[in-house]
């Protein structure tokens, strides 16, 4: 259907044509506003002259004209407006005249077809999503006239194989570049002073990154999934980096952070299953929550002296390390900061760390020995479980409680020493310590938890200090090389304790020595 409009009109309205059979239009130049819809979805439309006369392009405009092939956008439109020529897949060839000054959100989206464009001196701004998905687009020229590029600019534009000339603008906004899997390389422009969440997320070709001293920041999951990266360089002007920012680039093998980066983010350099070395800042006060979660070949990291907080899971997995020194700046270890760092030999706990929190190395097999300093004040559950290699622990004498399962499992403990600090054992604090011979319980003891010393099966005896009022259930089950314990109290005092009924069960013992004679059971 061919349809020519009468020179007497000058508007074409709201939904006008849509979705209509026409193949080709007469477009008088009288004409001064397209309005939004006015031919979305006009399939069959092969070929539209807007006439100069035109200021105005609405919204959606020509949206799904899949059968337009070249567009002309006159110079008197100031304004391109949104999805105005959105998944117009067979579009080939776009002229953006000399006057245009903003290409609205998603106005070229997902045109497929399109392979170069060239922006004229007029173009201020260019807003969200403009270009997005044009996944043949391989060319596009942006004049220093542009000092506003929108969020997912050129998302998913496949055949980028490098990033345009931007020299207007100073910030790589949210998703600019995201899923731009033809980049192979990136170097940032000097001006740039931020680069957004996921800018870069997904471009997974990218085998470098150049990143100048003018960029300040690094937004959540900037770098993600870049799979092939093996190379980056950092400025030195860089101060905050978001959450996820290279995780996943799981090619990269070293890295050096900059000094005036003061935290590593969340999940920073989460499952990089390629990292082996890491230069921390020396500005550094806080390594995040599973900051190097996973990246299991690890072997050079040194934790610089300033650190404050190593939060959850900030090592987790990290199989490579060997061995980790603790600064005394650091006040407190997080929830399986270290758990199953399996290769980890030697650790030193700096000497004002206050807290060792739930399963901080859980699964450590390879350590042998460690020393809890004085500043401990919690040993959390599961702390030290599963670490079956460990052989000696030292104790400091300002840890009050000793939690759930801490040192559960530890089948190499031969001995044990609690300080007199310590008020309570937790439940199961050290079941199946199976290679355990000898235990001193300390003089403020107050509480034995729930099976704290079930399946200790080699322990030959135990003597409870006068300070215990509770004794829990099946605190002693399973250790059956003893008959007999010693209390140091009297036979008075050790009736007082409070007892589970079932304290004693699944044991041998059949009398407790007391000061003042024997109580059998």
């Known amino acids: 259907t061919s349809i020519t409009i009468p020179d007497s009109v000058t508007s074409i309205g709201v939904g006008a044509f849509r979705e209509s059979n026409i193949n ?65 897949t067979g579009l080939k060839s776009v002229t953006i005249s000399n006057g245009v000054e903003s290409i609205g959100d998603g106005a070229f989206s997902y045109c497929s077809g399109l392979t170069s464009i060239m922006i004229p001196n007029s173009v201020k701004s260019i807003d969200d999503y403009a270009f997005s998905y044009c996944t043949g687009l391989t060319s596009i020229t942006i004049p220093d006239s542009v000092t506003s590029i929108g969020e997912g600019t050129f998302a998913h534009c496949e055949g980028l194989t490098s990033i345009p000339t931007m020299n207007g603008i100073t910030v790589i906004s949210n998703d600019m570049f995201s899923g731009c899997s033809g980049i192979t390389s990136i170097t940032i422009p000097e001006k740039i002073t931020s680069i957004g969440d996921n800018a ?18 690094l937004g959540y999951r900037a770098f993600n999934y870049c799979v092939k990266l093996t190379n980056v360089s950092i ?16 090619a990269l093998a070293s890295i050096l952070i900059p000094n005036n980066i003061t935290r590593i983010g969340s999940y920073a350099f989460c499952d990089c299953t390629a990292l082996v070395s890491v230069t921390l800042p020396s500005d550094l006060k806080a390594i995040d929550f599973g900051a ?19 939060d959850s899971e900030a090592f987790f997995g990290c199989q490579g390390l060997t061995g980790i020194t603790i600064p005394d700046s650091v006040t407190s270890i997080g929830v399986s900061a270290f758990s199953y ?16 929190g739930r399963e901080a190395f859980y699964g450590c097999k390879s350590i042998t020995d460690i020393i809890i300093p004085d500043s401990v004040t919690i040993i959390d559950d599961g702390a030290f479980g599963a670490c079956t290699g460990l052989t000696s622990v030292t104790i400091g004498k300002g840890v009050t ?50 099976a704290a010393f ?31 314990i010693t209390y140091e109290g009297t036979k008075a005092q050790w009736y007082m304790i409070s007892k589970h009924n079932y304290w004693n069960y699944n044991t041998k013992i059949t009398v407790v020595h007391c000061s003042d004679g024997d109580v059998s059971l």
């Open 200 to 217: 870069f997320s997904g471009c997974d070709n990218v085998t470098s990154i150049t990143i100048p001293d003018s960029v300040e920041s």
């Open 341 to 356: 760092c399996t290769g980890l030999k030697n650790v030193t706990i700096g000497k004002n760390v206050e807290s060792i």
């Open 24 to 88: 080709s239009i007469d477009i008088p130049h009288n004409v001064e506003k397209i309005e939004s819809y006015a031919f979305h979805g006009c399939t069959g439309l092969k070929s539209i002259t807007i006439p100069e006369s035109v200021t105005s392009i609405g919204n959606h405009a020509f949206l799904w004209c899949t059968g337009l092939t070249e567009i002309t956008i006159p110079g008197k439109v100031k304004s391109i407006g949104w999805n105005a020529f959105s998944s117009c």
């Open 454 to 484: 079930s399946d200790c099966t080699a322990l030959t005896g135990i003597t409870i200090p006068v300070s215990v009022t509770l004794i829990d259930m099946e605190a002693f089950s399973g250790s059956k090389k003893f008959t007999s």
């Open 235 to 250: 400025g030195k002007g860089l101060t905050s980096t978001g959450d996820h920012v290279f995780s996943n680039c799981t």
């Open 292 to 310: 190097f979660y996973g990246c299991k070949v690890l072997t050079g990291i040194t934790i610089p002296e300033g650190v404050i907080t190593i």
């Open 401 to 450: 409680s000793i939690g759930y399962e801490s040192f559960a499992y530890c089948k190499g403990l031969t001995s044990i020493t609690i300080p007199d600090n310590v008020k309570s054992i937790g439940r199961e604090a050290f079941t199946y310590c199976t290679g355990l011979t000898s235990i001193t319980l300390g003089n403020g003891l107050e509480s034995i938890g729930w």
